[in-house]
Every structure is written in structure tokens, then in C-alpha cells.
């Protein structure tokens, strides 16, 4: 069986409300040292905000982070995964889609969030049995081929 995005997810994921300032949300960013948080409403995952998020609709943008609401600067719809999906599957989403996080939903609940880069050290240090395909996305990704 291939592996799952359930074997690399993690599943302690920050979240955000809506209504979270862009400062208070960066703030969080930084307490936690990760690059996202997942905003939700009622439970349920409605965006993602992102350090490129807070650079490009904040700063560029000379917005006030003490009154810019998260829901002003998300990413949504949301690209999703479920924990039964194909690590090479998420990560050709990934790819295709120029995302680097993404949610692991289920049941409508965030379960958790892998990123590429948990995909990458996932198939380099673990040495799994497919690892030279997913090095080649990412190569390809470098040099623009994908």
C-alpha cells in the first residue's frame, strides 16, 4: 500500500478566526514558528493565511495589521486533501496548483495539514519506496518543467 497523506499530516494544526487581526494572526505565526494558520468558522475550515498572504495583501498593500481582519486577506476556496489520499497525489495537487500547504480534511473537520515540505523530508529521510518520483516533481518544479 502507498503511503497516505495520514503518515505525514500533522495534526496539532493552529487555527485563526475570521475575525483575528493580520497582527494578531503574524503574531501567532511567529509564537509557533510555521508559516500558516487555517482560518475557521464554526469549526469548519473557510481559508488559509499565509506569510506570502500577510507580505502581498498587507504590507505591499500598506494596510494596518492592527485593523485588517484575516478574512480580508485568506486564500480561499481551500485545496484540500483527505487522510486516505496518495502522498504522490497530494503532491502533484501541490505542484499543479503552486500551493505549498494543504489542509487535510475529514468529515467536513480539519484533521490536519501537510506541507511539501513534510512530503519531501517524509520520502528523503524515511526512504520509502517511491522516493525518486516525487524528487523529480520537485526538480521539475524548480526548473519550471512541471
Same mark, same amino acid.
Given at each position: 500500500?502507498? $503511503?497516505?497523506?495520514?503518515? =505525514?499530516?500533522?495534526? +496539532? @494544526?493552529?487555527? @485563526? ?13 511567529? &509564537?509557533?514558528?510555521?508559516?500558516? %494558520?487555517? @482560518?475557521?468558522?464554526?469549526?469548519? $475550515? ?10 502581498n495583501? =498587507? !504590507?505591499?498593500? !500598506?494596510? +494596518? ?9 485568506m ?12 502522498? &504522490? ?5 501541490? %505542484? ?6 494543504? $489542509? ?5 473537520d480539519?484533521?490536519? %495539514? @501537510? ?7 517524509f ?5 520509502? $519506496? ?7 516533481? %520537485? ?8
Amino acid at each position: 500500500m502507498s $503511503p497516505q497523506i495520514r503518515d =505525514v499530516m500533522v495534526e +496539532n @494544526v493552529i487555527t @485563526v478566526d475570521p475575525k483575528t487581526t493580520a497582527r494578531e494572526a503574524a503574531k501567532l505565526m511567529k &509564537q509557533h514558528d510555521i508559516g500558516c %494558520l487555517i @482560518v475557521v468558522q464554526d469549526s469548519r $475550515p473557510i481559508g488559509i493565511v499565509t506569510e506570502r498572504d500577510m507580505l502581498n495583501r =498587507v !504590507l505591499i498593500e !500598506l494596510k +494596518n495589521p492592527q485593523k485588517t481582519k484575516v478574512e480580508e486577506i485568506m486564500s480561499t476556496p481551500l485545496t484540500v486533501v483527505q487522510p486516505q489520499t496518495d502522498i &504522490q497525489d497530494a503532491a502533484e495537487i501541490m %505542484l499543479k496548483t503552486k500551493i505549498k500547504k494543504l $489542509p487535510v480534511i475529514e468529515d467536513g473537520d480539519l484533521a490536519g %495539514l @501537510v506541507t511539501l515540505t513534510d512530503l519531501v523530508f517524509f520520502y528523503y529521510y524515511k526512504k520509502t $519506496p517511491q522516493p525518486v518520483k516525487v524528487i523529480d516533481y %520537485l526538480e521539475g518544479m524548480v526548473t519550471k518543467q512541471v
